[in-house]
């Protein structure tokens, strides 16, 4: 009996390890706008078919209850004995993700899938000053790593990581990404899960806010106008000095 449970503790070891992934790509435009497109792949024997349900009924009712958020993809497949979790977001403002899901719906009833939403959500933080845009985020994972593999459960997680992409519409100005892309305009950071028990992730970054074309031809036709406007009065202001002087 025992061997029997050594073995079988060694198989859901190898289903495991490796098999928790988390990949987020944010697209951060320079009108404010943005995409967020998520793929979350978690083994059947950690998520049923029901906590599966339970969280695509989550992200449907929570994300649809936020102004300036479009919910585009909602949707939780099975493939290769994971669920994989698809959400894809887009918003005209980048400033309605600040606070986004961090607080739990007091009017909806709390429910496992909304557990796991609010934990992989974290809290998003954006600061918006003059022509700068900050971006930070915290994810507290521990409590969902505890309640789906407990406390011992760091040893079958592998290389099970969370990544985040963030393409920017100019070159960040500081981040604390592991990688820097494209000039400095796609930041990655990659977290393993076995090292966010203890502590949290923290995704920072900052970036200048491009002027869009029109700012610029706009700038000019003002300052033609002033020009114009300066001409006119002078031109005016000489012809009532040569009538006052006749």
């Not at 290769?80 to 403002?93: C, S």
């Not at 029109?214 to 700038?219: F, K, R, S, T």
Request: charged share 20%.
């Amino acid at each position: 009996m025992k061997f029997v449970s050594i073995v079988f503790l060694s198989l859901v070891m190898l289903l495991l390890s490796s098999c928790i992934e988390g990949e987020e790509e944010i697209f951060l435009n320079a009108d404010g706008s943005a995409r967020v497109v998520a793929i979350y792949r978690v083994p059947t024997i950690l998520l049923s078919a029901e906590d599966a349900e339970d969280l695509r009924s989550s992200i449907e009712v929570e994300v649809g209850a936020i102004p300036n958020l479009k919910l585009i993809t909602n949707k939780i497949e099975k493939h290769n004995g994971d669920r994989v979790v698809l959400i894809e977001i887009v918003t005209e403002d980048v400033a309605s993700l600040e606070g986004a899901l961090s607080k739990h719906n007091p009017a909806l009833k709390r429910s496992q899938g909304d557990e796991i939403l609010h934990a992989i959500i974290g809290q998003i933080m954006v600061n918006m000053d003059g022509l700068m845009v900050g971006l930070k985020r915290e994810v507290h994972l521990k409590p969902l790593l505890d309640e789906y593999l407990g406390a011992s459960g760091g040893s079958i997680l592998g290389e099970s990581a969370f990544r985040y992409t963030v393409h920017l519409p100019k070159p960040a100005v500081s981040s604390n990404a592991h990688e820097v892309l494209d000039d400095g305009r796609t930041l990655v950071w990659s977290h393993k899960l076995v090292d966010c028990w203890n502590k949290p992730i923290h995704l920072s970054m900052t970036s200048r806010i491009p002027i869009p074309w029109w700012a610029y031809a706009l700038g000019g036709l003002i300052l033609m106008v002033l020009v114009w406007l300066c001409f006119a009065m002078v031109t005016r202001l000489r012809a009532v000095a040569e009538d006052t002087s006749v």
